[in-house]
């Protein structure tokens, strides 16, 4: 990853992100999951359903998130930040056998997307404007569940040093 100012975020984040790749602290965050868990930010979940972050299907490097196997109902994965104005974007991937599973992803209450039945890794991007923002994936599956949906390389455009977006010790 080429990363020559050390902040931590590659210089193709950054340079989607309209921020300066050659600046410390230049705002752009990417969640690959490459920690193996959700514990270095603060992911919080709901719904009937729950995510983890494994190996089973990364897109890039060695882990995912997905959501668990056969769990019937909604499987809620989120995160809120302290954003400037710029694109969040993430890689997607479903497979169900039923049509009526779907993955959406979700800003502020507000449905940007959604993804159903069988879908190769997609990268998708949205426009974010300045602020604090809750960003949500959602996965519904109809029972009998037996769907998965998975994210990987997710970025979003945080301000740093914000007490938003939080990282564990």
């Known amino acids: 990853v080429d990363d020559p100012d050390g902040d931590g975020a590659p210089n193709f984040i950054e340079y989607l992100q309209l921020s300066d790749p050659t600046v410390v602290d230049s705002e752009a965050l990417e969640f690959g ?5 959700f514990d270095i930010y603060s992911w919080s979940q709901s719904g009937d359903g729950s995510w983890i972050v494994d190996q089973q299907n990364p897109l890039h490097g060695s882990y995912s998130a997905r959501t668990v196997d056969d769990q019937d109902g909604s499987s809620v ?7 400037i104005t710029g694109r969040v974007g993430f890689n997607l991937e479903t497979y169900s056998l039923n ?3 779907k993955l959406c992803f979700i800003i502020d209450e507000t449905i940007k997307g959604c993804w159903n039945a ?4 997609t990268s998708v991007e949205y426009n974010v404007s300045e602020g604090e923002h809750v960003f949500e994936w959602e ?3 109809q029972a009998p569940c037996n769907g998965n949906a998975w994210i990987d390389d997710v970025f979003i455009p945080v301000v740093f040093g914000t007490d938003i977006v939080t990282q564990s010790n």
């Open 33 to 37: 999951y490459e920690q193996g868990s």
């Open 77 to 83: 994965l989120e995160v809120t930040a302290n954003t």
């Open 99 to 101: 049509e009526d599973d």
């Open 118 to 121: 069988e879908t190769e890794f």
């Open 139 to 141: 996965y519904e599956c």
